[in-house]
């Protein structure tokens, strides 16, 4: 094979890849021109939590499947259930943010990018010492050592549990027989963490982690038939039940 | 006064309150008028000649004297009379009552005991007032405490533990059947304390029984009216039962003379250990201070507790300056059924505030779809799982119902009714929260549940949207003494943490508070913003009933404003839950006195229902009485016929110190036991409350019974007066009046004003 050949080959690789990274540096991540946020009017808001991601640049993870997913979700919740959920409008806010404490629900996309300042890292602590329930979602393989490294700075006495489908969440609202589910894309196990408030299992869970899962990319798609519909449904069905749970225990 | 009119009108005022006026002519009446004309006539023209020269005016007024005076000398002429019924010697018999209770032991009548003073009218032959009524009647002497003739009034050891003044009297005019009785005497301090006794009749009943009986009774009034230096716990407000855990109020009333503006500690022991105290600065000379106590009572059991202010020098009573209150700490679970139509923060925090206490449970029915439910709380699998309860004795377990966010429409019409049964009959506690389906929002406003709520609705139509005000709670006076708000330990700091609460929201067009509730909290919105009921109580039927209009009260957790570890929000739900089933009664439920004296009997009544709560006749009752000792006695219940599932009994203790009663019914197969109660046997102190002479019940037990109320030092005027009692046997008397020296006093003016006024005038 000739120089030459080499050179278009080499080109003919490049060339796209330059432009997809191009593309994607250049990419207009939904987080930094939000929606405006929900006014507070006692009905239930879909609350996501904003950080400042680890490494992220431009790509602020926190954002991902904004605003499609969680719009698809309050669709559901409020189709399937007695609830009365703000649907027009969702929220974006920090941990550190004052206004936060007035939705004890709150989910954060990409755990395995979480940073926190000071002023979040004293939020979070007191939203869940307060009753305050977080879902984490998005994140798998090596993304768990930053999301249990930041956990434990928040929180060191609150030890993160494997759960099991016999932990009453997963029969809030649907009787779920089983977690047997996998990642939309890289077809890992997913698994489903919790913390107890006092390490006590008889007490509540003050959130829950889908580790090697993304159930924000399901809804996100769910209208697309991008991802197998079972485990599009598994993962409403996991939402509204964390939703139910976390609003009445 | 008395002998002021007695010098001029010639007799007793009693006796022109008895009689009626006549005349006994010795020549006609006729005759001695027409004279009196002539005359008149006669001595006005000649009177009306020598004054020529005078006014008119002068001349009328010196006409009108003479006319005046003949007049009157006229009506001696006819010889007036008084027409009177008066006792006959010796035939006719005079009870005197003595009043016999510890409060004659006060020393306030010159430095002397009222038992002395009353000794002094009535202890023997000698006394004063026994010598004046012996002179014509037959005395007998009789005790307050005790049937039957005392022989010795000097032995009396005046130690009636109560006075139940009418009674005796009652008492006494039973014991003269058919003796001509001419009177009864009283010689008391005024008090009255058997009115609490069980079934006893109304001090307006005991009256009219004595007025019916045509009787006159004379008060005389032993003691001071007005004591110079005294403290008393005048009043002490304590819930009969609390649950474990809870912090008991305890409101004081305290009187005092003598010591205004001085600064004294109350406090409050159980068992002879201090849980409480306070200090309290009285207010002016005579004034009552109010005062707040809070006690913990972490363990169950009857809790006897004395509340005192400590004996200062110079009081004339050291008995009264403590009261004692009996309060049984029950250790139970408390069983709330909350209802919510959609799953919001509300449950999530109610039960988060509710998980901590042990006394309460709170099964929580959540409508979480249609036709679909989360239950939380339940004791087992099959509670509540066809929904809301549809039957009374389902409903009707629970001791208080929590109404969320839920239509009128998702209950039927009978389960509406069950609800507002459940408070008025069964005696349950209902709290309303507020919410998009809740009050009017919810389609309540034309349902029965409208009339249990303490808030008016204004009906809104289906199309109104609901938009969210904020509102901050402002805490009423009446609210920061309730004992649902008490958030904190001291008073102030109630206010102050009610004061600095975050706002909360609502989406209910709450309107004004009914007629008969109380508003706790009310919303203001915005800074100077109108206020409106947000947190209301009233009573209905035998239940209570609370409002609470705010849709997220749980943000008094949650708020950025509030400190983690803050326990506003946990307090207020414990504190509302616990106040709504405080007083709901049980299937079976004992009615016992807190206190007996020795020796009495201990009447007990107890109420009995079926699961239904209706009331039952015709089971077995039956209370276990156990002594201090431990000894054990089995006291059945009699039906008492005219009151529907109502029994009682009665025991006698042998032994002083607390009684537990154990009440069992049994009806068919069904057997219910109450919750224990407890009687405490203990000396009575009654005696020594209101202790300052109380003349007001002795005003109207003579006024009623046409008797008169003496003070002390007038007492032998009762046997001057009595003669003219109507009662017993009696003989009518027509007494000469012409002869009384007002008459001559009033001819003397009228002659002497006449003589005057011309004199005055310069005419002969």
Redesign the interface.
């Known amino acids: 094979m000739t120089r030459r050949r080499w050179t278009l080959i080499t080109l003919l690789v490049a060339l796209p890849a330059l432009a997809l990274s191009a593309q994607r540096f250049n990419r207009v991540s939904p987080g930094e021109h939000p929606n405006p946020n929900a006014k507070y009017d006692g009905r239930f808001v879909f609350i996501r939590v904003k950080f400042e991601p680890l490494g992220g640049l431009r790509d602020l993870k926190w954002d991902h499947d904004y605003p499609v997913a969680e719009t698809h979700f309050l669709k559901i919740l409020e189709e399937v259930s007695s609830m009365h959920p703000q649907i027009a409008e969702t929220s974006i806010l920090g941990f550190g943010d004052p206004e936060l404490f007035k939705f004890p629900v709150a989910y954060v996309s990409e755990p395995g990018f979480w940073t926190m300042s000071p002023a979040e890292l004293t939020g979070v602590r007191a939203y869940v010492q307060k009753g305050g329930f977080i879902i984490f979602d998005d994140f798998s393989t090596r993304h768990w050592i930053n999301f249990e490294e930041k956990w434990r700075t928040a929180f060191p006495n609150l030890t993160l549990v494997k759960l099991d489908v016999s932990h009453p969440m997963f029969d809030s609202f649907y009787h779920i027989k089983t977690l047997d589910m996998t990642h939309p894309y890289f077809g890992l196990k997913s698994e489903f963490w919790g913390a107890y408030e006092d390490n006590d299992p008889k007490k509540r869970l003050v959130m829950v982690a889908n580790y090697n899962n993304d159930i924000g990319d399901y809804m996100e798609w769910s209208d697309q038939g991008l991802l197998p519909v079972p485990l599009t449904n598994e993962a409403y069905k996991l939402a509204v039940n964390y939703v139910v749970y976390a609003l009445t225990h | 006064m008395d002998a002021l009119v007695e010098f001029l009108f010639k007799y007793r005022p009693a006796a022109f309150a008895r009689g009626v006026l006549g005349v006994d002519p010795l020549i006609p009446a006729w005759l001695v008028a027409a004279a009196a004309v002539v005359i008149a006539a006669l001595g006005g023209w000649t009177l009306w000649r020598a004054a020529g020269s005078a006014s008119l005016r002068t001349r009328a007024g010196l006409g009108a004297l003479r006319v005046g005076a003949i007049a009157l000398l006229a009506w001696c002429l006819c010889r007036p009379v008084l027409v009177v019924a008066e006792s006959i010697d010796q035939r006719n018999v005079v009870a005197v009552l003595l009043d016999d209770s510890r409060s004659m032991r006060i020393a306030d009548v010159n430095g002397a005991s009222r038992a002395s003073a009353a000794l002094h009218l009535a202890g023997g032959p000698d006394s004063a007032l026994l010598r004046a009524l012996g002179a014509r009647y037959q005395v007998r002497v009789y005790r307050t405490s005790a049937a039957g003739r005392v022989a010795n009034a000097g032995s009396l050891a005046f130690d009636g533990a109560r006075t139940r003044l009418l009674g005796a009297v009652a008492r006494v005019e039973d014991e003269l059947v058919g003796a001509p009785l001419a009177g009864v005497v009283v010689l008391s301090d005024g008090a009255d304390n058997g009115g609490r006794d069980v079934g006893a009749p109304s001090t307006q009943d005991q009256l009219s029984t004595l007025r019916a009986r045509g009787v006159p009774v004379y008060t005389v009034g032993i003691g001071s009216a007005r004591f110079g230096k005294d403290i008393e716990v005048a009043q002490l407000e304590v819930p009969h039962h609390a649950l474990r855990n809870a912090t008991v109020l305890l409101d004081v009333q305290i009187a005092q003379r003598g010591f205004g503006g001085a600064t004294l500690p109350v406090v409050v022991e159980d068992s002879g250990r201090v849980v409480a105290s306070q200090q309290v600065t009285f207010p002016r000379d005579g004034e009552v201070a109010s005062v707040r106590l809070r006690v913990p009572v972490p363990e169950p059991g009857a809790r006897m507790w004395r509340v005192r202010v400590a004996v200062q020098p110079g009081e004339e009573v050291s008995e009264n300056n403590e009261r004692r209150a009996v309060v049984t700490v029950q250790d139970r679970h408390e069983k709330v059924l909350y209802v919510e139509?959609?799953?919001?923060?509300e449950?999530?925090?109610a039960?988060?505030a509710v998980e901590g206490d042990a006394q309460l449970q709170l099964v929580?029915l959540?409508?979480?779809?249609?036709d679909?439910y989360?239950r939380?709380g339940v004791d087992d699998s099959l509670e509540l799982v066809n929904g809301f309860p549809t039957t009374r004795a389902q409903l009707f377990g629970y001791r208080a119902i929590v109404l969320g966010s839920i239509e009128a429409s998702f209950f039927t019409g009978d389960q509406l009714r069950m609800m507002a049964d459940f408070v008025s009959e069964r005696g349950g506690g209902l709290l309303a929260l507020g919410?998009?389906a809740s009050f009017a929002e919810g389609g309540f406003a034309s349902t029965t549940l409208a009339d249990l709520l303490p808030i008016e609705m204004t009906p809104v139509s289906r199309g109104d949207s609901l938009?969210?005000t904020e509102i901050t709670a402002v805490a009423t006076p009446a609210g920061l003494r309730h004992p649902a708000l008490q958030v904190e330990g001291s008073d102030s700091a109630v206010a102050e943490r009610w004061r600095t609460l975050p706002p909360l929201?609502t989406?209910n067009a709450l309107g004004r508070a009914k007629a008969g509730a109380t508003v706790l909290l009310e919303g203001r919105t915005g800074e100077r913003g109108a206020l409106r009921p947000l947190l209301a109580f009233q009573r209905y039927g035998r239940g209570r009933v609370l409002a609470l209009g705010a849709?997220?009260d749980?943000?008094w957790?949650?708020?950025?404003?509030?400190a983690?570890d803050d326990s506003t929000h946990e307090r207020l739900w414990r504190q509302m839950l616990r106040w709504l089933v405080s007083d709901v009664p049980d299937r079976v439920e004992p009615l016992l006195p807190d206190e007996a004296g020795p020796g009495e009997a201990v009447v007990l009544r107890a109420i009995v229902r079926d699961s239904a709560f209706l009331k039952r006749n015709g089971a077995s009752v039956s209370a276990t009485v156990i002594s201090p000792s431990g000894a054990e006695q089995v006291v059945p219940f009699d039906w008492a016929v005219d009151r529907d599932g109502e029994y009682t009994a009665s025991f006698v203790p042998d032994t002083d110190g607390v009684h537990e009663v154990r009440v069992r019914a049994v009806a068919g197969r069904d057997t219910v036991k109450a919750a224990p109660g407890f009687v405490r046997v203990v000396e009575p102190i009654d005696e020594y409350f209101g202790a300052e002479r109380r003349d007001a019940l002795l005003a109207q037990l003579a006024s009623e019974t046409g008797g008169r109320r003496y003070e002390a030092d007038r007492a032998t005027d009762v046997a001057r007066d009595i003669v003219y009692s109507p009662s017993g046997s009696t003989q009518v008397r027509r007494l000469d009046i012409w002869d009384m020296p007002v008459v001559f006093v009033l001819l003397t003016m009228l002659l002497g004003g006449e003589w005057w006024w011309r004199r005055r005038r310069g005419l002969r």
Do not use: N, Y
């Open positions: 139509g959609e799953p919001r923060p449950i999530k925090f039960r988060r929580t959540l409508r979480s779809a249609k679909k989360l939380l919410g998009r938009r969210a929201t989406v849709q997220d749980w943000l957790q949650m708020h950025a404003d509030i983690v």
